[in-house]
């Protein structure tokens, strides 16, 4: 009696496993749908983006002279023109996936903003902080909100992680990383870094003391001082280069000797520089540059999307710091944990880039990343040569000039136009081709990669790493990061400052 009294149960239990299963298999599918969905959204996202330049918007004020103000990358019409770029580009998205209410209200902001740059050229005077500022920050508010639809598959993931949550990471592992899937959520930002961004630059705009703070710094001869140690970052995620910034600092043995030249995109700079302005960090320097201040740029900024572009500002770093003869270059997804600053004096033998190897015990050399069925790779590059990771590279500046590699970068650019030579925009394999013969292995403690895909990497290696490096899909500030390595990363984060912002 007993024993049947159990066994009715059985089924029923075995009956709702398979629904766990079934709703598992329901949400990997919603999610793979919503991939296809964002996929086609960037698609439509991207030429917006690309088309609209600032003589187009000049061009749409002919009646107007504003020229000189759009063109200036401090004033605020300028400012507010970079806003209203990607508003309108929200509005395509908005109107042909008929939300038309977010249209309406996209719209209307754009066009007090266009009568705003319309009343300042009648009157012949500039637009004023207190007349942008709101404006700006509403205008804000709806790209956030756009950008809080766009990139609900981030919330996707999230949801899928907490159903695979009793699964092994390395289930989880394999999941976020089959195929597009992590791919396109790593591009993504999470919700809360935008609302950092948002709510640091509505800080920037009510607080005449950061500005004020900012144009003392600009001058300071510590930017340009060759006896310092000099670091570049390139990337508009607040948090991550706030982590490679205090990570760095909170590892240094004398922190007042670092200064940090951080480069970001029109729309984050201003985030960026009120959080760098009102953290204390050991008494290094932050320097932040938006893109817009290098003309010199412009070419490839009609060419790349943001996110490229600052991703390829590593080939121009000669121009960026003119003056400086030795830099460390860090990626925004890496954790400094020794002091880097032995870096410096270590002996590149002449050569011009510093990096660790990656075909020690892998097969990663140059026949994998381009295409040496190509005449013009085969007769140049031995395809057994060892490949190099970017991430943490030291630089030697003088002697990247003199052997002029932003020359050779562009020239294997061009060779790569039809993309026969290497496929997608990386930077890798026009890396690899532009420092061919002038790169000195580093140990590679200094160096260890994986975090963001490799869920077996050695503890001792990760313990004792100048540098480790979350390169792969699971980014530490996604919520899909490899749980054993995110508190590497998270305990460079206050909490309490994030909290502040209520984000
Ligand atoms: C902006 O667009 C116009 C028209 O498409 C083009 O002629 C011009 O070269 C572009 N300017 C920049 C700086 O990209
Ligand atoms: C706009 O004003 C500047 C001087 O501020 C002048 O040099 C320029 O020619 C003017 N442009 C037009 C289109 O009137
Ligand atoms: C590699 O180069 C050869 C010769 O230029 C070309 O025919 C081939 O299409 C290229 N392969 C790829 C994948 O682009
Ligand atoms: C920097 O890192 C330290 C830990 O070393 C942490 O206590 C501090 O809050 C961090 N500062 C910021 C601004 O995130
Ligand atoms: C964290 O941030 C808060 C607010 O800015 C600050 O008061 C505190 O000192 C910071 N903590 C550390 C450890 O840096």
Redesign the pocket.
């Known amino acids: 009696m007993r024993r049947r009294a159990v066994d009715p149960r059985r089924p029923s239990r075995r009956r709702f496993v398979g629904w766990i299963w079934f709703l598992l298999v329901v949400s990997a599918v919603g999610g793979l749908t919503l991939v296809a969905v964002r996929r086609h959204q960037v698609e439509k996202l991207e030429p917006p983006f690309r088309e609209v330049n600032a003589t187009e918007i000049t061009a749409q004020y002919q009646d107007f002279n504003l020229t000189d103000e759009l063109l200036s990358s401090t004033s605020f019409a300028r400012q507010l023109a970079d806003q209203m770029t990607l508003a309108k580009a929200y509005l395509v998205i908005a109107k042909e996936h008929h939300n038309l209410k977010f249209a309406w209200d996209l719209s209307s902001q754009i066009r007090n903003s266009q009568r705003l740059l319309a009343q300042a050229a009648v009157r012949g005077k500039p637009v004023t902080q207190d007349e942008a500022g709101p404006m700006i920050t509403s205008l804000s508010q709806l790209i956030y909100k756009a950008q809080d639809i766009h990139y609900d598959l981030a919330t996707a993931i999230t949801t899928l992680k907490v159903h695979a949550q009793a699964m092994e990471d390395r289930l989880t592992a394999a999941m976020v990383q089959s195929a597009e899937f992590g791919r396109l959520a790593a591009q993504g930002l999470p919700r809360s870094i935008h609302c950092l961004t948002i709510k640091l630059t509505e800080d920037w705009f009510g607080d005449p003391k950061l500005q004020k703070l900012e144009e003392d710094q600009k001058n300071s001869p510590r930017l340009v001082d060759n006896s310092l140690y000099h670091f570049c970052i390139f990337s508009d995620n607040v948090l991550a280069a706030s982590v490679v910034v205090n990570s760095t600092v909170s590892n240094a043995d004398h922190p007042r000797q670092l200064v940090f030249h951080v480069v970001t995109s029109p729309v984050s700079f201003r985030a960026m520089k009120a959080w760098f302005l009102t953290s204390s960090f050991g008494g290094s320097t932050v320097e932040v540059l938006s893109t817009e201040e290098f003309p010199w740029l412009r070419k490839l900024r009609r060419d790349m999307d943001m996110a490229s572009l600052l991703s390829h500002l590593r080939f121009y770093l000669p121009e960026i710091a003119p003056s400086l003869e030795k830099v460390v270059f860090l990626e925004d997804d890496v954790v400094v944990q020794k002091d880097l600053t032995a870096l410096f004096i270590l002996d590149l033998h002449g050569n011009v880039n510093g990096a660790v190897e990656t075909c020690l015990e892998a097969f990663h050399r140059y026949h994998k990343y381009v ?1 040496f ?3 013009i790779i085969s007769s140049e590059f031995d395809p057994e040569a060892c490949g190099w990771a970017f991430g943490m590279n030291v630089f030697d500046l003088m002697a990247w000039k003199k052997a002029d590699l932003t020359a050779r970068y562009h020239h294997w650019l061009r060779q790569n136009s039809g ?3 290497w ?1 997608g925009g990386g930077t890798l394999p026009p890396g690899l081709l532009t420092f061919y013969g002038s790169t000195e292995p580093l140990d590679r403690r200094w160096h260890v990669l994986g975090l963001g895909f490799d869920p077996e990497i050695d503890g001792r290696l990760i313990e004792t790493a100048a540098v480790i490096h979350f390169n792969g899909n699971m980014k530490p500030w996604l919520g899909s990061a490899i749980t054993r390595y995110l508190p590497l990363w998270e305990r460079y984060v206050n909490h309490t400052r994030l909290h502040l912002h209520g984000c």
Do not use: A, E, K, Q
């Open positions: 295409n069925s190509s005449p993309g026969y030579l496929t």
